[in-house]
């Protein structure tokens, strides 16, 4: 099992490097670095955030968090407003330019993973599984959080 699972982690982690590789290509036509494009990925597909959860989701200091952010503001990519609730506290959300920015990206990524389908043929079973390890890794992810 463990034979298994040691090469189940390396498969997936060349799968998501190439694929991630692919996406980020469409990044060198814009002035962002990997950590921003994280920062604009988790707003995008999480929703607004408060300045402390986006630190806490990508496992980095609130300094750099504060730095990420600054630099988005400014090339507009996201939005950030005081709270209703709490005057202290920021929320943060992407822009209509930064979702812009991530949908080109997925369209990339898309167009991957539809000449791989393409060349391997269609499996629906395949597909099926990987939504299933999706799932289950997202149960398991989930669990594992203080």
Known sequence: MKKTSVELEKTLRDICFKIKIEGRK?????DISS???DLLQLLYFKGEKKLSDI???LG???STTTGLIKRL??????EKKQSDEDKRVYNVKISK???EIIEEVIDRRVDLIRK???KMGKDDSF???LIELDKTLNEVVEGDEV
Do not use: D
Request: aromatic residues 6%; without cysteine.
């Open 127 to 129: 597909i099926e599984k």
């Open 35 to 37: 950590a921003q494009f």
């Open 97 to 99: 330019k930064g979702s």
């Open 116 to 118: 791989i389908t393409n």
């Open 60 to 62: 980095v200091t609130k």
């Open 73 to 78: 503001l400014i090339q507009e990519l996201i």
């Open 26 to 30: 469409v990044l060198k036509r814009f």
């Open 55 to 57: 630190s806490k989701k």
